[in-house]
């Protein structure tokens, strides 16, 4: 009540005492009755601001709670002056003695306030509450001359320090009305206001707070964390407004909360309810004020001079560097949350790009050439950020000499923090929000199928479990995706990403581009690849904003992708343009982006010359290097090569494409390729349909629902888990396998390329290539393929044995093919017979393919018939062979060997208990009673 009053009786006050037309019986005065229709309008309101009768009245009624704090003399002075003026008018004296009092109470509870808090620590500043001063209650007035009026009764040093004082108050203010709080409500209006006011009104206020209160800041976070500075310097105060909670953020308010309970009509409720998209937009509109202000704040620190934009710049820089560590830590590691309370929040990150890239927009319109400002040695001598010890995208040539300048201008400055920023803070929360949308996706399978099993799901443990977990997830991807997703933003981070791309091409067509690329982190083209490539899954629809960007962003991968490891060292890196490449042309089929796309690589040459870099990378991916690689970072050489395969099937129909492809038919790469490509595809198949198999075998032991229920839960669990991994990985697989039999019936089909398949170190792969698949399809395992709804699976057997006959009645008639493929050790002719009656059954081939086949596999049964097999004297073959070791002498050695290995889950039950136990194979053999040790025995023999 106290803190109300004082505001509303300081905007009336100053107005007041500006204008000199302080009457105070005017408000005292008896409220009027209600004019009636017929009486003539009331006069104009004057510019003098009137109060109602009740507000003095409530005044004088709390005077006696109010006048005992020592720190509202102001108001016990104004509530008695009320009282005592007993609806007469003020004489021009006694409105000048109370003018003077006024300031002197102002004066006198403001200094106080000032030196108590100027004097600690700014940490410990921002512990405390945010104190409501007189002099708050002028900044909220706006009147200018009146606080200057004020300011003047105070000397320099003391003035200094109010100002600077008012600089942090306002901004703990803000922070106060932000955390925590429903912002939806308007309460960080009023404190944004001081602080546009204080911009505006006293620059030297901030120059005051940029050499007083940064340097402090700056040096108590400098040996910190990030979480520290986030929590206790100013700047951060506007950086606070998120609305991305996690597991170790949990200040930011549920804006999720606010759609009406109405209107979730099913569970779980999608994001694109109405009623959330309201209130997603009315958020990301509330998240632009608190960001205005610190842009306005820090854009007038870097523009006082020299020393004030060195502090700002630091500030910023410190703000990356603690929060480096945010890179390596996943959302599935053990110690996130632990770890994450050392780093600052995604919010807080996401924000200080979104801040860096205002900064950015004068010099991102490229036809302006401010690009070519940005000093590349930045990367070499940064006075900044040490980035020494991190993977460089190439090696350093011996003749490196960069030129090195004395200082380095703004816009490298702010372009470098910015692009560390996308690295240390946007890619990351990317990163983890495809993570949750992936742990999500899990749950609601999951509860999907335990739905579909339980009647009542609300009353089944697991369902419930999992629906706690997909509300958990769902609460972060709320959050998550109001802020990541905001398009105004992501348009920012495309034209910073256009920047980028254009100044590394700059930097390539200067030449000497060894020097600057070896002092790159391999993050600079990484971290852009990804970041593209979410933007192409998540809002396709942006990347079309700017009619020039789809152009760049192919010239730039593709120029980096055929310089190969003289730019870009690491295939991994390499993977990724062409990863952001395939989903980029895989637009070309879209039905409404597919004309957009047509559109922009209509002039686009350099796509037509990206046969090269994409051949090298689709061999290269082999030597990458770690055990763990594909886990760490998501990377899948399989899935690399896939969508080079995509891209090569996307654009045959290109002549000048096709006609680049076509000139490396007989060179090493290209044949490398070719058999790349050939057992990828036997890989696939098999991998695929080894799951199917399994899959085979656990639907029939769950048709068995008496024994399934027997098993113990345990074991049920992880068989079920199982169960539904290989589905889903088998799914990807055969979706490989089918990709890659369709690009290979593209080259056999076509005259040039169809003569690499008949070359000597690639025909031998290739036969065998064929046999291995009418073996997989049509030989005595293929009744364990069928399975249960195999479509699900995109598993076609039909289809695949329709395209590998297209693939081989290209070569039949023809030699050295033939000889080739009937010698293979894998041929037979009972197979390649049962293939030619199922495709001859379902007509799966042209009339002219059909003969051939038809006519080949009569030729081979005529040739099996003649050569007839040598007759064997004496034993058969089985006989024929002997033991040179004793029978036992031989079962101990391999038992020896053995004594490491550790069988199959499912042979190792014990029999007496019916439970799963792990043992090692050794403790097992040792022991007598051991109800599996004859088991065991008698597997080894075998």
């Not at 206020?205 to 520290?228: D, H, M, Q, W, Y």
């Not at 632990?338 to 807080?348: I, K, P, Q, R």
């Not at 972060?476 to 910073?496: A, C, N, W």
């Not at 089929?589 to 004309?595: A, E, L, R």
Request: net charge negative.
């Amino acid at each position: 009540f106290r803190i109300s009053i004082q505001c509303l009786l300081f905007q009336f006050l100053t107005r007041q005492f500006i204008s000199n037309d302080l009457n105070l019986s005017s408000f005292l005065a008896p409220a009027q009755s209600s004019p009636s229709p017929s009486a003539t309008p009331p006069p104009a309101a004057s510019s003098v601001l009137r109060l109602d009768r009740t507000m003095f009245k409530s005044i004088v009624e709390e005077k006696s709670k109010i006048t005992k704090d020592s720190k509202c003399k102001l108001l016990a002075t104004i509530s008695k002056r009320i009282q005592s003026v007993k609806g007469k008018s003020l004489s021009q004296s006694e409105n000048k003695e109370f003018k003077e009092k006024f300031f002197e109470d102002i004066s006198n509870s403001t200094l106080q306030l000032a030196k108590e808090y100027l004097g600690r620590d700014p940490i410990e500043l921002k512990e405390t509450n945010n104190p409501k001063t007189e002099f708050l209650s002028l900044l909220d007035a706006e009147e200018k001359e009146f606080l200057e009026l004020v300011l003047s009764k105070f000397p320099e040093d003391q003035k200094d320090q109010l100002l600077s004082f008012a600089v942090t108050t306002a901004s703990i203010d803000l922070k106060n009305q932000i955390v925590g709080k429903n912002v939806t409500l308007g309460g960080h209006y009023e404190a944004m206001r001081r602080v546009h006011y204080l911009i505006q009104s006293f620059p030297r206020a901030i120059e005051r707070f940029a050499k007083t209160v940064l340097p402090k800041e700056i040096k108590a976070c400098n040996n910190g964390s990030g979480r520290e500075l986030e929590n206790s310097t100013i700047l951060s105060c506007y950086l606070m407004l998120t609305a991305i909670i996690t597991r170790a953020d949990k200040n930011a308010f549920k804006y999720s909360s606010l759609v009406p309970p109405s209107a979730v009509e099913e569970y779980p409720r999608k994001h694109s309810h109405p009623d959330f998209v309201a209130i997603q937009d009315h958020v990301r509109k509330l998240s632009d004020g608190p960001l205005d202000c610190v842009h306005a704040l820090l854009k007038k620190i870097f523009t006082t001079d020299k020393e004030a934009k060195e502090f700002g710049l630091q500030w910023i820089a410190l703000a990356l560097q603690l929060n480096d560590a945010r890179c390596g830590v996943s959302i599935s590691d053990q110690l996130f949350v632990e770890t994450s309370l050392f780093l600052s929040s995604d919010g807080f990150m996401v924000n200080l790009v979104d801040l860096l890239l205002r900064f950015c927009g004068p010099f991102l319109d490229l036809k302006a050439g401010k690009f070519k400002l940005i000093q590349s040695a930045y990367c070499n001598v940064s006075p900044r950020f040490d980035w020494s010890k991190q993977t460089k995208l190439c090696e350093t040539p011996q003749s490196s000499n960069p030129a090195v300048p004395s200082e380095f201008n703004f816009i490298t400055e702010i372009f470098f923090m910015t692009y560390y920023s996308m690295h240390v803070g946007l890619h990351t929360i990317m990163e983890r929000f495809t993570e949750y949308q992936k742990s999500y996706g899990q749950c609601l399978d999951f509860w999907k199928q335990r739905k579909s099993l339980v009647p009542e799901w609300q009353k089944d443990k697991e369902a419930n479990t999992m629906a706690k977990n997909m509300d958990f997830f769902q609460e972060i991807l709320d959050g998550m995706d109001t802020t990541v997703r905001k398009p105004e933003f992501l348009l920012s981070v495309l034209s910073f990403a256009k920047l980028c791309m254009v100044w590394m091409d700059h930097v390539i067509s200067e030449g000497n581009a060894e020097t600057y690329f070896s002092a790159m982190p391999e993050w600079m083209v990484r971290d852009i690849s990804e970041i593209l490539d979410f933007i192409v899954r998540m809002n396709s629809e942006l990347l079309f904003n700017d009619p020039d960007f789809v152009t760049t962003s192919i010239d730039w991968a593709v120029n980096l992708l055929n310089f190969g490891s003289k730019l870009v060292k690491s295939s991994l890196v390499r993977s990724k343009l062409a990863s952001y490449l395939t989903d980029l042309c895989s637009l070309r089929s879209h039905s409404v982006y597919g004309p957009k796309f047509q559109y922009s690589i209509s002039s686009n040459r350099q796509l037509n010359n990206s046969v090269v870099g994409l051949l090298n990378i689709y061999v290269d991916v082999d030597v990458v290097e770690g055990l763990d690689v594909d886990k760490e970072t998501n990377f899948s050489k399989y899935g690399t090569r896939l969508g080079v395969s995509r891209i090569f099937n996307d654009f045959w129909d290109v002549p000048e494409f096709k006609g680049n492809f076509m000139s490396l038919s007989e060179s090493p790469l290209f044949l490398k390729v070719i058999r790349i490509l050939l057992q990828d595809s036997m890989h696939h198949l098999d991998d695929s349909l080894g799951r199917l198999m399994d899959i085979r075998q656990l639907e029939l032991a769950m048709q068995n629902q008496e024994e399934w229920a027997e098993q113990d839960q345990e074991i049920q669990k992880e068989r079920e888990r199982y169960y539904q991994s290989q589905q889903s990985t088998s799914k990807g697989f055969l979706s490989m396998a089918n990709s890659s039999l369709d690009f290979i019936i593209k080259l056999t089909s076509d005259g040039t390329t169809k003569k690499s398949f008949t070359n000597p170190s690639v025909l031998p792969i290739f036969c065998g290539f064929l046999n291995h698949f009418f073996d997989v399809l049509c030989g005595p395992k293929c009744i364990n393929l069928k399975v249960k709804n195999p479509e699900k699976y995109k598993f076609s057997p039909k289809d695949l044995l329709r395209k590998i006959g297209l693939i081989m009645t290209q070569f039949i008639g023809t030699q050295p093919f033939t000889s080739s493929l009937t010698e293979d050790q894998d041929f037979s002719v009972e197979v390649l017979s049962k293939a030619q009656y199922f495709i001859t059954r379902e007509n799966l081939l042209p009339p002219n393919d059909m003969e051939k086949l038809i006519k080949f596999v009569e030729h081979s049964k005529s040739a099996k018939e003649e050569a007839k097999p040598m007759e064997t004297s004496g034993k058969g073959e089985e006989d024929a062979m002997e033991i040179v070791e004793d029978e036992t002498e031989l079962e101990a050695k391999y038992v020896e060997n053995m004594k490491d290995l550790i069988f199959d889950s499912l042979s190792m039950v014990n029999v007496e208990t019916e439970k799963y136990d792990k043992y090692h194979y050794s403790a097992s053999l040792d022991s007598s009673k051991s109800a599996s040790k004859a088991k065991m025995e008698r597997l080894m023999k075998e």
